[in-house]
């Protein structure tokens, strides 16, 4: 994978830091008065959502993740794993629910999902902007307990 310059990174770019990939959010170079010249870079994780600020020296080099994007399509879940269809290819893969945390509970069936690939591997499901639900049961509730 690639070595950039720090001075050369941009936002929404992805990179591997601590032996995961991270997308960075957003940075700034800094010249403080006294000492080196430095980047600070505020970066998410793809796979744990977890937020993370680094400094790095303007001299050092980051490595670029390369990272890729399929579309995918949800079809059903299978006990403990959701099982999504390659809309290219036509393969099914099964992902596990703590790969999804939370966002399972955004799936209907059919809905187009990006599924993001690190190193051969899914690091992240990546849900669309808008999704439309129907409420089903909704707990009764005493007036002015809104």
């Given at each position: 994978?690639?070595a950039?310059?720090?001075?050369?990174?941009?936002?929404?770019?992805?990179?591997?830091?601590?032996?995961?990939?991270?997308?960075?959010?957003?940075?700034?170079?800094?010249?403080?008065?006294k000492?080196?010249?430095?980047?600070?870079?505020?970066?998410?994780?793809?796979?744990?959502?977890?937020?993370?600020?680094?400094?790095?020296?303007?001299?050092?080099?980051?490595?670029?993740?390369?990272?890729?994007?399929?579309?995918?399509?949800?079809?059903?879940?299978?006990?403990?794993?959701?099982?999504?269809?390659?809309?290219?290819?036509?393969?099914?893969?099964?992902?596990?629910?703590?790969?999804?945390?939370?966002k399972?509970?955004?799936?209907?069936?059919?809905?187009?999902?990006?599924?993001?690939?690190?190193?051969?591997?899914?690091?992240?499901?990546?849900?669309?902007?808008?999704?439309?639900?129907?409420?089903?049961?909704?707990?009764?509730?005493?007036?002015?307990?809104?």
């Amino acid at each position: 994978m690639p070595a950039v310059p720090v001075q050369k990174v941009s936002n929404g770019m992805k990179l591997v830091f601590n032996d995961d990939v991270w997308t960075i959010v957003e940075f700034a170079h800094r010249k403080p008065g006294k000492g080196g010249a430095f980047v600070r870079i505020k970066m998410k994780s793809l796979t744990t959502g977890r937020v993370h600020e680094a400094n790095f020296q303007a001299s050092e080099r980051v490595e670029e993740a390369e990272v890729s994007y399929q579309r995918m399509s949800y079809l059903y879940q299978d006990g403990e794993d959701y099982v999504f269809m390659n809309t290219n290819t036509y393969e099914q893969i099964p992902i596990g629910r703590e790969l999804l945390g939370q966002k399972s509970l955004f799936l209907a069936e059919n809905s187009e999902v990006s599924v993001v690939f690190w190193d051969d591997r899914i690091v992240a499901v990546e849900l669309p902007a808008k999704v439309e639900l129907r409420v089903v049961q909704t707990d009764m509730v005493d007036k002015g307990n809104t």
